[in-house]
T-cell receptor, first 112, second 116 residues
Framework: DVKVTQSSRYLVKRTGEKVFLECVQDMDHENMFWYRQDPGLGLRLIYFSYDVKMKEKGDIPEGYSVSREKKERFSLILESASTNQTSMYLC???????????FGPGTRLTVL | AQSVTQPDIHITVSEGASLELRCNYS??????LFWYVQSPGQGLQLLLKYFSGDTLVQGIKGFEAEFKRSQSSFNLRKPSVHWSDAAEYFC??????????????FGKGTHLIIQP
């Protein structure tokens, strides 16, 4: 079974803090994604990566950056957290050549 | 740009009754379509997907969906719902570009409530 894990299920941070959300997959997937999920808005793509050290902006990249130093790990970085970044963050991965994305359990981030 | 519309924000169904969740998409080429389910506090689980071929696809947990190109729809159905089906359901459309990591575009979700 494909397994996508996220470092924290719940996280509380203060405005202005630098926040790291970690995602690890164990299936050697080339492609990894970060989404945020908000009530009434569904999931929106923040960033994705199709290879180590490669990244592409999604639909809402402002205020975020990413890092992919190893194939299995994809980090989402909030350089200076703000209250409007309070949300559920979901990581996903997939093989190149297949469109099914496998999702992690999510990290619910609250910025106070 | 691709988009997905799920017209129903909430749907309430009695246990044992049939279910249909609506999904309409907008996409310039042949779409890849998905239905995901999210139980409370959980990540997304793939129910089924459509790429090509038979327009009626079967998924897990007794769900099926029918692709109708003329109506740009991909509605999810289940003949008899169980209380455990209460969850948030997301329709999504994606594109496969032979190597590029295109993300999925999701609808806003339909919250399914099951009445005893």
């Amino acid at each position: 079974d494909v397994k996508v894990t996220q470092s924290s299920r719940y996280l509380v941070k203060r405005t202005g803090e630098k926040v790291f959300l970690e995602c690890v997959q164990d299936m050697d997937h080339e492609n990894m994604f970060w989404y945020r999920q908000d009530p009434g808005l569904g999931l929106r793509l923040i960033y994705f990566s199709y290879d180590v050290k490669m990244k592409e902006k999604g639909d809402i990249p402002e205020g975020y950056s990413v890092s992919r130093e190893k194939k299995e790990r994809f980090s989402l970085i909030l350089e200076s957290a703000s209250t409007n970044q309070t949300s559920m963050y979901l990581c996903a991965s997939r093989w190149t050549g297949e469109d099914t994305q496998y999702f992690g359990p999510g990290t619910r981030l609250t910025v106070l | 740009a691709q988009s997905v519309t799920q017209p129903d924000i909430h749907i309430t169904v009695s246990e044992g009754a049939s279910l249909e969740l609506r999904c309409n998409y907008s996409y310039g080429a042949t779409p890849y379509l998905f239905w995901y389910v999210q139980s409370p506090g959980q990540g997304l689980q793939l129910l089924l997907k459509y790429f090509s071929g038979d327009t009626l696809v079967q998924g897990i947990k007794g769900f099926e969906a029918e692709f109708k190109r003329s109506q740009s729809s991909f509605n999810l159905r289940k003949p008899s719902v169980h209380w455990s089906d209460a969850a948030e359901y997301f329709c999504a459309v994606g594109a496969y570009s032979g190597g590029g990591a295109d993300g999925l575009t999701f609808g806003k979700g339909t919250h399914l409530i099951i009445q005893p």
